[in-house]
Antibody
Framework: EVQMLESGGGLVQPGGSLRLSCAVSEFSFSSYAMAWVRQAPGKGLEWVSAINDAGNNTYYATSVKGRFTISRDNSKNTVSLQMNSLRAEDTAVYYC??????????????WGQGILVTVSS | DIVMTQSPLSLSVTPGEPASISCKSNQSLLHTNAFNYLDWYLQKPGQSPQLLIYLASHRASGVPDRFSGGGSGTDFTLKISRVVPEDVGVYYCMQTVQIPLTFGGGTKVDIK
């Protein structure tokens, strides 16, 4: 079974930065797209960003474009989300998710347990 | 951005009875390859989301066959043929035909 473990969350001040990481126990990690999806407290799901299998195509939600950067290291089976210029509205549980195909718009079949990011002064 | 609208917002179902959730998009999700780029997810209470249906009608691995997806273009439906208590949670549709990908607002299903 695929195991996914997010790390790097926590409390950060508005305007600050945070880097989330997700380690994936998957032999064929480099064959699948990866994504980040977030959920603000008591709210629905919001797709944030995705990256294709090779890491050469990245995609972002309008709300985070220019502030967040997704990347992956296929040699370490990890995907990261660098979050800059954080705002209160970025407060959410962030889920790392693994696709079922290589393309960035892949359905997401495996999800981490989620990690909380709180942006507050 | 494509806007996804789900209805109803909530649904209370008697065990053994069917349930149906609608998802509408303001742009067609039908790709030139003839697939509809619409996925369905279930988030059970206190859990991470799980994939139920992809490309509008394909059940994900391990998903019971009481779940089925249908529709095309801008109108889609998730059907549960006979609801069981473990089906409670919030159901989300998500379009993947255009970046940015977008979710519907969710439909909460509980048991009567």
């Amino acid at each position: 079974e695929v195991q996914m473990l997010e790390s790097g969350g926590g409390l950060v001040q508005p305007g600050g930065s945070l880097r989330l990481s997700c380690a994936v126990s998957e032999f064929s990690f480099s064959s699948y797209a990866m994504a980040w999806v977030r959920q603000a407290p008591g709210k629905g799901l919001e797709w944030v960003s995705a990256i294709n299998d090779a890491g050469n195509n990245t995609y972002y939600a309008t709300s985070v474009k220019g502030r967040f950067t997704i990347s992956r290291d296929n040699s370490k089976n990890t995907v990261s989300l660098q979050m800059n210029s954080l705002r209160a509205e970025d407060t959410a549980v962030y889920y790392c998710a693994k696709g079922i195909v290589a393309a960035g718009n892949s359905p997401l079949a495996h999800w981490g347990q989620g990690i909380l990011v709180t942006v507050s002064s | 951005d494509i806007v996804m609208t789900q209805s109803p917002l909530s649904l209370s179902v008697t065990p053994g009875e069917p349930a149906s959730i609608s998802c509408k998009s303001n742009q067609s999700l039908l790709h030139t390859n003839a697939f509809n780029y619409l996925d369905w997810y279930l988030q059970k209470p206190g859990q991470s989301p799980q994939l139920l249906i992809y490309l509008a009608s394909h059940r994900a691995s391990g998903v019971p066959d009481r779940f089925s997806g249908g529709g095309s273009g801008t109108d889609f439906t998730l059907k549960i043929s006979r609801v069981v208590p473990e089906d409670v949670g919030v159901y989300y549709c998500m379009q993947t035909v255009q970046i940015p990908l977008t979710f519907g607002g969710g439909t909460k299903v509980d048991i009567k």
